[in-house]
């Protein structure tokens, strides 16, 4: 016996069966290249905001963003999305149809630090912007808020440069707080009021943006009240 294959088994392998076996594995190989290219490319944008963070920090004595999530989207999220938009599930697609493989979630205080810290990002020179969704500017109809931005960056292995995509999230700690529970709800929305429900939630993230701008705007008559004093 080798493992749960008998010798007889064996036997029966016909070439056919080999060839296809080695496809297989082959593809298996790239699929785990491409994802360690992901992964990779994904930690060289952390770190460039945690480099950000610790010189804004230093500098303000405050930290632009309060937390950092990163995520490779996981292979059967990767399947679903490649059927969803009916392509084959080769590694060729992959790259070039999905831009969220490798996603960075950045929680800032206040909105402000949203847009600082994406022109600081965008603004690299080794960094490509691709796309720019600013649903804080033009929300979602379901009342969704955030700053995605599509980026390309370079990483560098041993013979070759390959740039890869990244998705970056800025969302303010409200936003946050939105968008957690409602995508907790989401699926609970096949329930006779529906319709009142979403309703419901994109009033309830009105109201959260309102409390976002204010309290920017309390962090702004501090800031000023400080440089006064420092006058
Ligand atoms: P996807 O196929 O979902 O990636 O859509 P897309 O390519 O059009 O990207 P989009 O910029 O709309 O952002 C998708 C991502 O933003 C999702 O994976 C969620 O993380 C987030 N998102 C977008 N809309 C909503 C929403 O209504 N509610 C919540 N909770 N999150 C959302
Ligand atoms: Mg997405």
Known sequence: MLGNISLSDLKSISQEDIEQLLRITDQIQDFQELMMKYECAMYEIKTKLDVLNKELSLRNNRNPFESIKTRIKAPISLFEKMQRKGLPFTVDNIKDNISD????????????????????????????????????????????????????????????????????????????????????????????????ITEDLCFSADMINQIDRRMQQIRERIDAGRIQEDA
């Open 101 to 196: 493989v490798a996603g960075i979630r950045v929680i800032c205080s206040f909105i402000d630090d949203i847009y600082m810290l994406a022109d600081c990002l965008k603004e690299q020179d080794d960094v490509r912007l691709v796309e720019i969704k600013d649903y804080i500017e033009n929300p979602k109809p379901s009342g969704y808020r955030s700053l995605h931005l599509i980026l390309e960056i370079p990483i560098f292995l041993t013979h070759d440069k390959e740039y890869m995509t990244v998705e970056v999230q800025f969302r303010t700690i409200a936003m946050d707080f939105w968008a957690s529970l409602e995508h907790k709800m989401k699926y609970k929305k096949d329930i006779q009021d529906a319709e009142m």
